[in-house]
């Protein structure tokens, strides 16, 4: 069971444009999402979080949107650049567990 | 370097054998994490430890897979009985405190393949 569901596998934009990464979770007990980069051959990396008190958080190019009653979550991404062509991961976890369950990864493609 | 180190990098290890993955955290890191990475799938939360012990097992797989830490630091990683369905890649990940507010780094990974 799939509980963290990133139904795109990839996606490719042109540079400057926005990117929209989407997310779908199916527990209502998440109550703080993260999202995360990776490129080949290393670890992910931390990009973005946001609790589930708040519906937006904002960080230089990087924003993510939270809708609770929908259970979605998406990430956006103004200006993109090349450099963002990475695997992005989401991410979700609740209450007292360290534990967070990863969607499979949509793969970011910016073209110049 | 300053980040998560693990080793080795890649590891081909015949179905039946033993293997040991270590993984060396960011000093004054607390909090340890073991995932795993299936081809195509997303990243499978292992096990958590808080300085030695370990209050998070449930995602071990089976009693094939083991882990411990020492000294607030290092920590293995130990499958036994190797099989073809334990080929991923694994990640370990240290954190300062644990918590919401304390992200996860992630070290580069162990690509274990069993033939």
């Known amino acids: 069971d799939q509980q963290v569901k990133q139904n795109s596998p990839s996606l490719s934009v042109q540079e400057g444009r926005i990117s929209i990464l989407n997310c779908d979770y199916t527990n209502s007990m998440f109550d703080y999402f993260l999202w995360y980069k990776k490129y080949p051959a290393e670890g992910p990396t931390f990009l973005i979080s946001i609790s589930s008190i708040k519906d937006k958080n904002e960080d230089g190019r990087f924003t993510v949107f939270l809708n609770k009653s929908a259970k979605h979550l998406s990430l956006h991404i103004v200006p993109s650049q090349p450099g963002d062509s990475a695997v992005y991961f989401c991410?979700?976890?609740?209450?007292?567990?360290?534990?967070?369950?990863f969607g499979k990864g949509t793969k970011l493609t910016v073209n110049p | 370097g300053a980040g998560v180190s693990q080793s080795p990098s890649n590891k081909v290890t015949e179905k039946g054998k033993d293997v040991e993955l270590r993984c060396d955290p960011i000093s004054g890191h607390t909090a340890l994490y073991w995932y795993r990475q299936r081809l195509g799938q997303g990243l499978e939360f292992l096990i958590y430890?808080?300085?030695?012990?370990?209050?998070?097992k449930s995602g071990l797989p089976s009693d094939r897979f083991s882990a411990e830490r020492t000294g607030e630091s290092v920590s293995t990683l130990t499958i036994q009985r190797t099989q073809q369905e334990d080929s991923a890649v694994y990640l370990c990940?240290?954190?300062?405190?644990?918590?919401?507010?304390?992200?996860?780094?992630f070290g580069n990974g162990t690509r274990l393949t069993v033939t």
């Open positions: 430890f808080q300085g030695n012990s370990a209050p998070d």
């Open positions: 991410a979700a976890s609740r209450g007292g567990s360290e534990k967070l369950v």
């Open positions: 990940a240290s954190s300062l405190l644990g918590g919401y507010n304390s992200p996860l780094h």
